[in-house]
């Protein structure tokens, strides 16, 4: 089997794939990053969003030899180990963004790539277009809608691993 | 109240592992030498098994084993089951056919599993899958409920002529046809409650392992209701002997429904672990879910109402036709039957209901409970037949519930349901109010001005929760109790651990319980642990369903801590040296009555453990409490829910522009979590009203059998909600709860096909009223098109 190499949340692996693996089988898999969940298989849902080079991705539509030398960023990356959360987590837990839990990490993940695109102002209207990508089956995505506009704001001025992207 | 007490909205316990990736799904859990196991499904909706040939599969690269149904069948693994008897009109059983979780001689939908593969890794699975060879003669499949008792149509099961599995009927049809007779007016509709595929976003997995050196199974899965898995599994499937099998539903991604049954898969991965000796895992692709999930709703129904002069109601009478699949699931005779017709009453005063239903098979996935489980269907036919009528007397529909409201508590319906208490008028005033409904005549003129159409919809539910009295649903066929577990677990150091035997898959009870606790206790909410889905850890339960966790679950937990409180006032009293009637307990402290003796909690805790201060041959050392509570009644959460719709001419295209919802769901724990549950099944309700539905070619291939054929809401087609709270406490349980888990998907889908037809000026409308269906209804009436040009 081929060897694949990439930076993930900082640090630098490598793993021995098949050609057909994907990017999340690897995360999972390989570095056992269950944080990045598998919803639909078919690119609809967005569990799987990771961020890839700095920009949100779907991980389940990545094959992982592809992705030789690329950066990547999963929900266990977003925080420091013992650090602070990120914004964008912070402002799910304190909105009541999440139910279950299982949708979570890939909007986390999407909601941070708005802020990076459309920046930290984000109206009711452009925060429902933008995650279009990403389905919640509990929420009724009222309070991610308020988690995302809460979170947005409070990334002004730089969040922790912002730079690292 | 306290910062974390009863209506506190406390911040979840339970978010930071799931905001940092650190939640733990079955599928997250790896057990050493696990193995992966991929189905072999039908591609057919039904057919005879000729031969299975799975010599070319077993020489694949990783397969550790091929196992077919004939293999399972040798090892009398026994068939899965539906565990309520439904008795038809003339008395006689429903008819259940056999379900084997392998089907041996006959499939009978599509993604009906034939065999496993058992391999290395997935993708080798897969591979070996597609070689086995299945030699199937294909027979003509029946899809429509309509069509499955017709004469020709093919059968299904031996045991169930003319596909019927019951003919079931409530009510006094003699009553209601005089009701009828004397009618000045009689409202009639066809309606049909569309088929919806749960979708949890977390597939449904089991991972299974088998321990040769004690003989105990393990299942890791993915389960509403843990317990009712190890006992069906044990008892009935003859897998294990009860106390062998330990099933661990963890963190589990949402359930809806779709999680409480006891599915084929989770048995061939028992079963296959241990003819392998290794830990045997499957998770669902997406389509898998919707080829197995049991799915939703999918009635056919013919309902007619009859009033009198003055708008008041004088009868009600329903004939529906219920699809229940190719299989009985776990629960699936319950949904049309129990949790259907006995809330045709909706909140109104009717004399006189009937209501006849026949369950059918078709060749279709099984169908079973989805949140809210006959009581939508319910509210469906009522809430329509209400507003139709209102509509076709000339009364404003509103005030045309305001008179048939119950106004006096306890009220017994015609149809087995004494309510116990409720304001109906009050969350419709509030609601209307708050959806500023007299605005509503100036607000459909400046849509007109833009080409649109706008409507506004009521829907007056009201649902049956805290499930169940265990003698009533016995009575009425549960092969099972319906109350719930608690066991408190005080340490000596003053924390508290909580065994419930509910199960949260994004309730909050983390929070919710350890918010009870904290107030009753006076102590630290940080200091209070749940713990839930093991059977290993809680001694039984019944799971989480029905909105009852609250209700019946949180009552389980207060009777425990009554009982916590009892015992510790002895010990309290000892360390006192005061008698046990003087000690007082409040905000986390003992005291003598008329002293300035006092004793912390913790210290109270301590000196349980230690037994320094007592005799423990006169009173037992520790700390620990148990109790079982069985409810008094059902609860009945009530309220209004309102919908503002904005129908685009040109495209059909709805769009929500409004929603307030006002719910009666009794004593609140946590507002920010009731909401959340309001908006969650809001939306699901609107998911069936306007995008979802399960289509299904005459062939019985499911079309919609992906998440890019089936249109599940998303962020952008749903507005923010309005919510509000009435309260009326339940009397039936200890904290006046009522539950929250099911309303918005129960008032939901009314509420919006009232507001599309009010805005179309058209009845003619069914669900999902997608943009071409409601276009299509739109050239069909074009007084409505010329309103608004």
Redesign the interface.
């Known amino acids: 089997m081929p060897a694949v190499s990439m930076t993930v949340n900082g640090k630098a692996v490598t793993g021995d794939v098949?050609a057909?693996?994907l990017l999340v089988q690897f995360l999972?898999e390989n570095l056992?990053?269950?944080?990045?969940?598998?919803?639909?298989?078919?690119s609809?849902?967005g569990?799987c969003v990771v961020h890839v080079n700095g920009k949100a991705a779907k991980s389940c539509t990545l094959l992982a030899l592809t992705l030789e030398g690329a950066d990547i960023t999963?929900?266990?990356g977003?925080?420091e180990p013992n650090g602070p959360?990120h914004p964008m987590?912070e402002a799910?837990?304190?909105n009541?963004g999440?139910?279950?839990?299982?949708?979570?990490?890939g909007m986390?993940m999407s909601a941070i790539d708005i802020v990076r695109r459309k920046g930290n102002d984000l109206d009711?209207h452009t925060?429902?277009?933008e995650?279009?990508g990403?389905?919640?089956?509990?929420?009724?995505?009222?309070?991610?809608?308020k988690s995302v506009a809460a979170g947005a704001k409070a990334m002004k001025g730089g969040p922790t691993r912002q730079a690292a992207e | 109240m306290s910062a974390t007490g009863i209506g506190a909205a406390v911040r979840r316990k339970e978010d930071l592992r799931f905001i940092t990736g650190k939640g733990q799904y079955t599928d997250d859990v790896i057990r050493p030498g696990e193995t992966r196991a991929v189905f072999v499904r039908s591609p057919h909706a039904r057919a005879k098994i000729k031969s299975i040939d799975v010599n070319e599969a077993k020489k694949m690269p990783g397969v550790v084993a091929v196992l077919t149904g004939a293999e399972l069948a040798n090892d009398k693994i026994g068939n899965l089951i539906c565990g309520w008897m439904i008795h038809s009109k003339d008395g006689s059983p429903m008819k259940m056919a056999p379900h084997p979780a392998l089907a041996a001689t006959s499939v009978n939908h599509v993604g009906d599993a034939v065999a496993v593969v058992i391999a290395e890794t997935k993708a080798q699975g897969r591979d070996a899958a597609e070689k086995v060879k299945v030699d199937y003669e294909p027979l003509p499949a029946v899809v429509d409920p309509g069509k499955a008792q017709g004469k020709g149509a093919p059968q299904i099961h031996e045991v169930a002529p003319n596909n019927t599995i019951y003919q079931w009927h409530l009510g006094d049809q003699k009553a209601v046809e005089a009701a009828f007779a004397q009618a000045k007016h009689v409202t009639r509709l066809d309606l049909i409650n569309n088929r919806l595929v749960p979708n949890a976003i977390e597939p449904r997995a089991a991972l299974a392992e088998y321990d040769s050196g004690t003989d105990q199974l393990t299942l890791w899965n993915t389960s509403q209701n843990p317990h009712v898995a190890r006992l069906v599994i044990a008892a009935f499937v003859g897998m294990a002997p009860e106390h062998k099998l330990r099933v661990i539903a963890p963190d589990v991604g949402g359930g809806f429904g779709s999680k409480i049954f006891i599915y084929p898969e989770e048995v061939v991965c028992l079963w296959a672990s241990r003819k392998v000796g290794r830990p045997v895992k499957w998770t669902a692709e997406r389509s898998e879910s919707f080829l197995t999930d049991a799915h939703g709703r999918d009635h056919v129904t013919h309902a007619e109402l009859a009033l009198d002069g003055n708008g008041k109601i004088l009868a009600l009478r329903a004939k529906t036709i219920a699809n229940l699949g190719a299989y009985m699931s776990t629960f699936s005779s319950s949904v049309p039957t129990y949790l259907y017709g006995t809330l045709l009453s909706g909140q109104y005063d009717i004399p006189q209901i009937y209501c006849e239903v026949d369950a059918v098979y078709t060749n279709t996935v099984p169908v079973d409970a989805y949140r809210g489980a006959g009581r939508p269907e319910a509210t469906f036919v009522v809430e329509r037949l209400v507003e139709v009528a209102a509509r076709e007397i000339g009364i404003e529909p509103a005030e045309l519930r305001k008179r048939n409201f119950i106004k006096s508590f306890p009220h017994q319906t015609p149809v087995i349901m004494a309510y116990d208490a409720g304001d109906y008028n009050a969350s419709l005033k509030k609601a209307m109010e708050l959806a500023d409904v007299k605005g509503i005549g100036k607000r459909k003129r400046e849509s007109a001005r833009n080409g649109k159409l706008r409507g506004i919809g009521y829907s007056t539910y009201i649902e049956a929760c805290g499930i169940a009295p265990s003698q009533a649903v016995g009575s009425l066929g549960c092969g099972v109790g319906l109350w719930e577990s608690a066991e408190v677990r005080v340490n000596p150091t003053g924390s508290v651990e909580v065994l419930t035997g509910t199960h949260a898959h994004g309730q909050g009870h983390e929070t919710t319980f350890a918010q009870l606790v904290s107030e009753r206790l006076g102590i630290p909410f940080e200091n209070v642990s749940i713990v839930h889905g093991d059977t290993d850890k809680v001694q039984f339960g019944m799971g989480t369903y029905g909105s009852r966790s609250g209700a019946v679950g949180m009552s389980a937990i207060v009777k425990a801590l009554d009982k916590i409180e009892a015992k510790a006032k002895k010990v309290a009293a000892h360390m006192l040296e005061a008698a046990e009637g003087d000690i007082e307990f409040k905000d986390g402290k003992f005291s003598v009555a008329g002293t300035d003796k006092t004793a912390a909690w913790g210290d109270v805790a301590l000196n349980a453990y230690i037994a320094h201060k007592f005799a423990g041959q006169e009173l037992e050392p520790g700390l620990k409490e148990t109790s079982f509570y069985d409810p008094t009644n059902f609860t009945f959460p009530a309220g209004c829910h309102i919908c503002e719709v904005e129908v685009d001419i040109e495209t059909g295209n709805t769009e929500i522009v409004g929603w307030t919802a006002v719910d009666d769901f009794g004593t609140v724990i946590n507002p920010m979590i009731v909401e959340g549950q309001v908006h969650g099944g809001i939306a699901q309700g609107v998911g069936q009203a306007l995008l979802e539905g399960a289509v299904y070619d005459k062939d019985g291939q499911l079309v919609t059998g992906s998440l890019m054929d089936y249109t599940m809401p998303r962020a952008h087609n749903l507005p923010s909600f309005n919510v509000g709270l009435t309260e009326t406490k339940s009397p039936s349980n200890p904290l006046g709860i009522k539950g929250c888990g099911e309303a918005g998907a129960i008032a939901a889908p009314a509420a919006v096909i009232n507001a599309i037809t009010d805005a179309i000026g058209s009845e003619q409308i069914s669900m999902p009223a997608t943009a071409s269906a409601v276009w299509s209804a739109l050239q069909r009436t074009p007084a409505a098109r010329k309103a608004a040009e």
């Not at chain 1, 056992?32 to 078919?42: A, F, I, M, P, S």
């Not at chain 1, 999440?98 to 990490?105: A, D, S």
């Not at chain 1, 990403?134 to 809608?145: A, D, E, L, P, S």
């Open positions: 098949e057909r693996t999972r056992r990053l269950t944080g990045t969940h598998v919803g639909c298989d078919t609809q849902c569990a999963t929900i266990e977003l925080a959360l987590q799910f837990r304190q009541h999440l139910q279950c839990g299982y949708c979570t990490p986390i009711e925060i429902r277009e995650l279009e990403n389905i919640c089956r509990c929420t009724g995505y009222h309070n991610i809608v």
